[in-house]
């Protein structure tokens, strides 16, 4: 457990003994949680056979943590978006990254320079990165930037049982670039809409010519503009990395990441009556409208991290991961936006918000792996300890009724008051987990996952919790590569205490999920299907008999989601389609609403040609998106629907390429959220950018 010392300051928790996983086979994590999930692809792409562009985006391998899984053999629903579909598609943030995965509404909330809003089966999700939670608390980091990252992985439903407290519908991790042994250099640059200019440069190999050190270094840097009218995005970050690897048994690993970005908030909070209906005058508020002011909106971040991996195999039965990450971060946030937002004519009261966020955090997993025999059936077990040590602070002031804004026939100036920031409170959370799973496989055809785990949150109001997770799921696949499932699995949020210190149960949740996944055995074609139950209980709702000295709230709230996800991916000759749909129906128990920013129904298929012959080397891609109509959370107000079509046009080879690729291509005025307190949220207008890459 050396590498605790390496990393972080302290914690010496984790170099407790691990209960020998022999003694406890049965004490089992279900491993499609934390896993590495493999497409079992034979093919080889033109980049393993000659060094030149990759040629496939078909994911056959990537991290989702802890084990390896192959998705056809793996009792549950996941997704992974890799590196090259990441370059197909032209991603600009994670939230791009998804929207060609069901189940997962992206963009929920429009493009967002603060965060990267996502919904996974109608539930907001959190994200992770390398395995480890990323984010705590709101508006204190940054967005990671895509081009750090090797893939980005959805585990869809609870995920209790191995990530703890958080993630009721699902969660998305994130796959950073590690030092390779064979050598590859690549720089590009970049120009688009909205005056993008942007550059980066992505290097790896050996030090030494036994490949005993490796190393890597990539970044990017972006001066860029947005949609909103003098709002920037600009920004860059670099992510040194080394690894040590002295035998075929042992590697560590540390990453370093450094970012800085400076600009402005896109999200504007735009009155219903002004944008998805007209105001009193018959004015729509346009989509580049800025309704800051020049000089005080800022969205300014810089975070700093330090990564260790380290894995270390005894033997045939036995191994042991650790992975333990140390980040500071803080953001300057000053925005003025309309407020209150229940007004109907084109002038609208302003609201003055001005924080400094502070985030410093330590997270940490060890586990004891066991691959054994038990007669006839295989076992890939673990069992293992996690620990997230979180402290934030906000230094924040509002003041309403700023001024007096014209939405329509914006006039900018109204002088700032001076104003002093109410000092936060250092917010400390810690939680630790214990828990261990068993991956039991008979004659290569039944697949039967396990998992338990037991977790202890303390809040920052000195809240503590326990809870139970698990789950337990069944595969089977037939030669034919039809392999029908089930899986069960279960979850919780931690609740804080209220204003008046009562304290309350964790909101839980539970998901059962079947499902069928057929994979033609040699090839690289997978089609899912499934169908699935979540009900989250212990929801805070208002206490009818409040008053002083009594509780704000009683936890009677209940929400189910019911659904089914169709995806496809499989390429013919020169062709690969990705391809999905999700319908979504959701109920609040307690008031009979569906959930706010829930779409029914989404589909989407995004086609990539790489043609051979007298074409070989041009790449031709495109998209389309459908987004069905969503409700407010008091089913007052409803989303219309949508439909924005990509594009891809590019030219590779062994040692350049080219690449143009449009969002939304004829540029459709759309809202992706209207929510019940009475604001909507516009989407992405129109981009083109154009990159030109070299390996050198």
Request: hydrophobic share 35%.
């Amino acid at each position: 457990m050396v590498l605790f010392s390496l990393s972080l300051r302290r914690h010496a928790l984790f170099t407790t003994c691990l209960v020998p996983l022999a003694l406890a086979p049965a004490a089992a994590q279900e491993a499609t949680d934390l896993e590495v999930l493999t497409v079992e692809d034979q093919s080889v792409s033109a980049d393993q056979e000659t060094g030149g562009p990759k040629g496939e985006t078909i994911v056959r391998q990537a991290t989702i943590g802890k084990g390896d899984r192959v998705i056809a053999e793996t009792p549950r629903s996941v997704s992974v978006v890799s590196e090259q579909r990441l370059s197909d598609q032209g991603v600009d943030d994670i939230s791009d990254a998804l929207f060609y995965v069901p189940g997962v509404y992206s963009e929920t909330f429009g493009p967002d320079t603060r965060v990267d809003s996502k919904y996974i089966r109608g539930v907001s999700a959190p994200h992770f990165l390398d395995g480890l939670p990323h984010n705590f608390g709101f508006y204190n980091n940054s967005r990671i930037d895509p081009y750090a990252l090797t893939s980005v992985e959805v585990i869809k439903g609870p995920v209790g049982a191995l990530y703890g407290g958080g993630a009721l519908g699902g969660l998305v991790n994130l796959t950073s670039k590690m030092p390779q042994a064979e050598t590859h250099r690549e720089a590009f640059v970049e120009i688009g809409t909205d005056q993008r200019k942007r550059t980066g440069i992505d290097v790896t190999g050996a030090l030494d010519q036994n490949g005993t050190w490796l190393y890597r270094f990539t970044g990017a840097v972006q001066d860029a503009g947005t949609q909103i009218d003098t709002v920037d995005d600009n920004g860059f970050f670099v992510m040194p990395s080394l690894t040590w690897q002295p035998t075929d048994d042992t590697k560590l690993t540390v990453l370093g990441y450094y970012q800085k970005d400076d600009g402005e908030p896109t999200s504007r909070f735009i009155p219903i009556e002004g944008s998805l209906l007209p105001t009193d005058n018959g004015n729509f508020v346009g989509y580049d409208t800025f309704v800051g002011e020049r000089g005080f909106d800022t969205y300014d971040t810089e975070k700093a991290s330090i990564t260790a991996l380290f894995e270390h195999r005894f033997n045939d039965v036995f191994s042991v991961d650790v992975a333990a990450r140390y980040s500071d971060s803080n953001v300057e946030y000053d925005q003025i936006y309309p407020y209150p937002w229940n007004v109907t004519g084109d002038s609208v009261p302003r609201l003055l918000y001005s924080s400094r966020a502070y985030l410093d955090y330590f997270v940490s997993d060890a586990r004891v792996n066991a691959d054994f025999d038990t007669g006839a059936l295989t076992h890939n077990a673990a069992v293992g300890l996690d620990y997230q040590n979180a402290t934030t602070r906000n230094d924040s002031i509002s003041i309403p009724n700023f001024d007096v804004f014209d939405l329509i026939n914006p006039v900018y100036g109204t002088p700032i008051p001076d104003f002093e920031r109410v000092a936060g409170t250092d917010q400390k959370t810690d939680q630790t987990g214990i828990y261990a799973y068993d991956r039991i496989s008979f004659d290569d055809r039944l697949f039967v996952s396990l998992g338990l785990r037991h977790d202890w949150y303390n809040d920052a109001a000195d809240t503590k919790t326990t809870a139970w997770s698990g789950n337990a799921g069944a595969l089977y696949r037939f030669d034919n590569g039809i392999a029908p499932y089930v899986s069960y699995a279960t979850g919780f949020t931690p609740v804080a205490a209220d204003t008046s210190g009562f304290t309350y149960d964790p909101v839980e949740g539970r998901q059962i999920e079947a499902g069928v996944k057929y994979q033609p055995p040699g090839t690289p074609h997978l089609f899912t299907a499934a169908v699935f139950d979540i009900l989250q209980t212990n929801r805070l709702q208002p206490n009818p008999n409040g008053g002083p000295g009594l509780p704000d709230s009683v936890q009677t709230g209940e929400t189910t989601i019911r659904g089914i996800e169709l995806e496809a991916q499989t390429r013919v000759n020169d062709f690969e389609l990705l391809a999905g749909y999700t319908y979504l129906d959701t109920e609040d128990e307690t008031t009979g609403f569906q959930l706010a920013s829930v779409p029914s129904h989404q589909a989407s298929a995004w086609l990539t040609w790489r043609p051979q012959g007298q074409l070989e080397g041009w790449v031709f891609g495109g998209g389309v998106r459908y987004v069905g109509d969503s409700l407010d959370g008091a089913d007052n107000f409803e989303t219309p629907s949508y439909v924005l079509a990509d594009a891809l046009v590019g030219y590779e080879t062994e040692t350049w390429s080219a690449q143009l690729n449009v969002q939304n291509i004829t540029d459709e005025d759309y809202l992706t959220t209207c929510l019940a307190r009475g604001d909507c949220f516009y989407g992405q207008g129109r981009t083109v950018n154009f990159r030109l890459a070299t390996r050198f």
